[in-house]
């Protein structure tokens, strides 16, 4: 399963993606059925993913992916119906231990489910989604489907296509482990792959290297240097769906009392690198961005510069 801040991220991109798409229809179904479909596809841990609709005491079903499952709820047992009753969203890490639930599915063991509201406040149905493990969700999936079921009969787009972009990005940037640098030197250009964390407005970015390799060489000679980063899965869908950034500017090492907070900011993204960077063979570098070159649907090229800030 997908780590809590790449979902993050993919939550992020599956809602800008939204907001462009919504502000073609008002129509509920239309928006409801598209909610389900990205999930669908963008969202491994998940095997069914559907609305039901509050008519006439029950929950009928709405759009949904995934296999059958019941029409109608009739209530009020069930993880919908909690949901419902309760004005709140429910997360069940085991619904065998969910006392009252219905089994539409054998195969679902655990599952969330959304409340759905009008532009009034009431609720008139929900987004139920499933996965065939236990424990498949968390606060991360809670906080981000909600964002997404908000949408749907929201009035109008949630925000303007810039703040989209900046907010796209900084998922991107927090939902990505590596990146690809860039640098330029005596022997020409050269490329490499590493590890890399953004600050949290997004205005630095740091990474590791021994000093024994051409891209240190690089750096020291030219000071500046591009990072890559992007979200490209290798499949057909990547040529309507990933989303490049290339981050440019001047990198310097960071020394003295100032390494702390930088290390900080590193280790949290990269646990499993604390000994690397304790190396006295490698240099710890950061990147003063200027600009954020962003690239999306391989056409659409916005520049972006920090802060980037959490909305």
């Known amino acids: 399963m997908l780590p809590d801040t790449r979902r993050a991220g993919r939550y992020a991109r599956i809602r800008e993606q ?46 949904y992916q995934g296999p059958l499952a019941c029409a109608v709820l009739p209530g009020p047992e069930g993880v919908c119906w909690t949901a419902v009753q309760r004005g709140e969203s429910i997360l069940v890490p085991d619904v065998h231990a969910f006392a009252g639930h219905v089994t539409c599915n054998t195969r679902s063991r655990s599952e969330v489910v959304v409340p759905l509201r009008d532009t009034a406040g009431r609720i008139v149905g929900v987004l139920d989604v499933d996965s ?20 749907i009969l929201a009035e109008a787009p949630a925000a303007p296509m810039a703040s989209n972009v900046r907010e796209a990005l900084r998922g991107l940037l927090i939902g990505q482990p590596l990146s690809v640098l860039a640098t330029y030197g005596p022997e020409g250009p050269h490329a490499s792959l590493l590890a890399f964390a953004a600050t ?7 990474f590791v290297t021994p000093r024994k390799t051409r891209k240190y060489v690089n750096l020291r000679a030219e000071g500046r240097a591009a990072l890559l980063i992007d979200n490209r899965t290798n499949a057909p869908t990547d040529f309507a769906d990933a989303m490049a950034a290339t981050a440019s500017g001047p990198v310097q090492e960071i020394t ?49 510069r920090p802060p980037i800030r959490a909305t």
């Open 18 to 63: 939204l907001v462009e798409l919504f502000a073609k229809t008002r129509d509920p179904g239309a928006r409801m059925a598209t909610v389900v479909a990205l999930l669908h596809h963008k969202m491994p841990h998940f095997f069914w993913a559907g609305f039901y609709l509050l008519k006439n005491d029950a929950l009928i079903m709405g759009p």
């Open 132 to 151: 065939e493990k236990p424990a498949a969700f968390g606060d991360v999936d809670v906080q981000g489907l909600e964002a997404l079921v908000s949408l």
């Open 200 to 206: 949290d407005e997004c205005g630095e970015v740091v």
């Open 256 to 304: 003295g009392a100032e390494r702390a907070p930088y290390a900080r900011v590193f280790l949290q993204r990269h646990p499993d690198l604390v000994s690397f960077l304790e190396s006295t063979e490698v240099a710890f570098l950061k990147m003063t961005v200027e600009r954020y070159s962003v690239v999306r649907r391989f056409r659409e090229v916005t520049e972006v």
